[in-house]
């Protein structure tokens, strides 16, 4: 039997073309503009991941994250398809992007249709989901953002009492599940959302999208316990130590995410409650994502994703609404601090361009060919040229941050101890399977131990007599390089496979 919240809406006003015309085109263009750029380290990392798992691969045995495995398990079908094409991985992740974006945007410009015109809305969807975080692109907040905005529109319609279509409702819901169930920290945002409809409507109501959505992540859990039980039990340790992994509350408070908040709630004092229910529920889920970013306390660029996308598309929602004739000192105030909060999106693609310098790596690795086996310490700079130049990465780690973060804080005895014996136990057995051609060693890693990973490495007899058979080569930059002379012997008798 249907919900309440699921009655038909009225006959919705006939929306014009030319929006929509023109959103198409941009995500075109945002398609055109990403087909050849550099790829996100991490997105590079879980298309290497999904190859190794479409091959039997076990993950969080064979290879080992700290993440859920949601977004892995989705690159699995991605690299099946690309391999059946014949043609990149990472190009059929911007065409799986970009229609889980289209679809988004449809239902977004139909559930706006009778709640507000929906113009301005349908016009910047695309700037704020693509344009806005280039440097970004297909991060897990990057998509949590772009499927949670028709879950919150929708949530902004039943505040006004407005039904909708079930398979609309299911399609939001379920959108929202994958987007949500990327990450635990982003389950406070349904929550807030709820929360918020309860105070509108003075009465718990159990839409489509709900049901859809609770079905879904129950769904979710219980695969992990079925066939990902290795993320709780094996990975416990690492977990525990990437979360105490925090950068300071300060760098915390300076990030544009932070300063964003700071101008919408100034806003909110000068222009009071926003009229649009969609952006109020846009700010609900903002601060839901911001709660998110303080909770994993690291400060990072991608983890502000979300939360400034949902505080952006609440300024347009709003925005729409706006009639120049009602202008007051106090309005023009507003405005001026609506324009300063919008400008925050500029600032973080620029710094990311800087930080994000693969140039040494690139540099250093030039005169290597597709099929070499190539090895980063401790890799946070060097990849996606793995995924990108198709070397062979001989690791079951993406990166070994936090094996140098728990080098310079394990006692003896201690699980930082234990989590350091077994990832140098590890990393020894994987370079010993598949020698490096080339060792490529970061010497400026922020935040960890300034001698240098081969030193902290070679304090142990297994890495020992592993690079006795390499030579110092040439520095580029930031990166020392170690090319093989020898020999890798003995060759251990178990070797997972590389793919």
Known sequence: MASPADSPSPPPREAPAWPLAVALLLVVAAGALLWNTEQINDVAWQLWVGRQLAHGVALYTDILEVNPPLWFWVAVPIVQLAHLLNTS??????????ALDLVALLLVRRLCRDLQNGTLIVLTFPLITLFAFFDMFGQREHLALITIIPYLVLVARRTKGLGSSTPMAV????????????????????IALEIQLLLHTRRLTFGSELVTLGSLLTGYALSIALFASDYFAANLPMLR?????RNPLAYQLSQPVVAMAWLLLMSRLLYGRPRSSVAQAALVTGLGFLAAYFLQAKGWRYHEIPAMGCFAFAIVAEAELFRPHT??????????LAALLMLNLAAPPVRAIWANDHSDAQRATSD???????AALPGAQYWPIPEERHFVWPSRYMVFGLLMYASGRGQPG???????????KNTAHDLACNPPRR??????????????????????????????????????????TYDRVGQVAPRPARCRPIY
């Open 89 to 98: 991985a990472y190009h059929v992740l911007v065409v799986c992007i970009l």
């Open 171 to 190: 399609a939001c819901g379920a959108l929202a599940a994958f987007g949500i169930a990327l990450k635990p920290h982003f389950f406070l945002v349904p």
């Open 241 to 245: 130590i990437y979360q105490s992994m």
């Open 327 to 336: 202008v007051s000192l106090r309005v023009s105030a507003t405005v001026a």
């Open 368 to 374: 290597l060919r597709p099929g070499d086996v190539v």
């Open 414 to 424: 201690s699980e930082e101890s234990k989590l350091l014996h077994d990832s140098l």
């Open 439 to 480: 060792i490529l060693e970061a010497r400026s890693e922020p935040g960890f131990p300034e001698t240098g990973a081969v030193h902290i490495l070679s304090a142990y007899p297994e890495f020992a007599q592993l690079i006795h058979v390499y030579r110092r080569g040439p520095d580029y930059g930031d990166f020392a």
